[in-house]
């Protein structure tokens, strides 16, 4: 199957800062990636879609300048969180349609659990 | 608005029986419906799509029916095991947008 890796799995980092968040397609390319947001026993929140190539498309409410996405190419895309603030710890998930896959699933990272303190 | 209903209360059967997990939608139109299990701290995975003509789906031990009228779907997992416990979540496809949009999900615990 279709191999989605994130990296860091997790990141503690102090207020003020900002923290680079990797999603990578192994074995496949992904020119639209989504990234989501999770918070516990809530669900998944889609805050945008990484198009390669060109610019992000953010969900209402999402913050593009707090949120930067670049999908520089068919298997990189990366969600950089800005300034990072406490309400921004959360876990952040990355996904990616295989245009080979006529299904349409998606394929997921593991995740990445940001705590900002 | 938009709503995409699952029931937030756990799940806890024995082991054997059958789950039957519901999600309910409104205000969508999806062209697709998704099923995708989550474990504690780990992303998604996928299990089963029904289009929206499609009314029933199977995969070993896993079911899913697709109404479009009362805009439901129903997932069972039927001789339920101990490892099938998780979060089962669905997921509603819409394919002008190619956007994925979730439920809340549904926690399912098999007793052995």
């Known amino acids: 199957g279709a191999v989605v890796s994130q990296h860091p799995s997790w990141v503690i980092c102090k207020s003020g800062t900002s923290v680079k968040i990797e999603c990578r397609s192994l074995?496949?390319?992904?020119?639209?990636m989504f990234w989501y947001r999770q918070f516990p026993k809530q669900s998944l929140m889609l805050m945008a879609t990484?198009?390669?190539?060109?610019?992000?498309?953010?969900e209402q409410g999402v913050e593009k300048d707090k949120f930067l996405i670049n999908h520089a190419s068919l298997t990189l895309s990366t969600l950089t969180v800005t300034s990072a603030h406490p309400e921004d710890s959360s876990f952040y998930i990355c996904?990616?349609?295989?245009?080979?896959?006529?299904?349409?699933?998606?394929?997921f990272g593991e995740g990445s659990r940001l705590t900002v303190l | 608005s938009q709503k995409i209903e699952q029931n937030s209360e756990a799940l806890n059967i024995q082991e054997g029986k059958t789950a039957t997990l519901t999600c309910n939608y409104t205000?969508?139109?999806?062209?697709?419906l998704q099923w995708y299990r989550q474990d504690p701290g780990r992303g998604p995975v996928f299990l089963l799509l029904?289009?929206?003509?499609?009314k029933e789906k199977r995969k070993e031990r896993l079911k899913v029916t697709f109404d479009t009228t009362l805009k439901q779907s129903l997932f069972h997992i039927t001789a339920s095991q101990p490892a099938d416990s998780a979060t089962y979540l669905c997921?509603?496809?819409?394919?002008?947008?190619?956007?994925?949009?979730f439920g809340s999900g549904t926690r399912l615990l098999v007793r052995p």
């Open positions: 996904s990616a349609r295989a245009r080979h896959y006529e299904t349409g699933e998606l394929f």
């Open positions: 074995d496949f390319q992904a020119t639209t």
């Open positions: 990484s198009n390669e190539g060109s610019k992000a498309t953010y």
């Open positions: 205000n969508y139109s999806p062209a697709y």
């Open positions: 029904i289009r929206e003509n499609e």
């Open positions: 997921a509603l496809d819409m394919e002008s947008s190619y956007k994925l949009i």
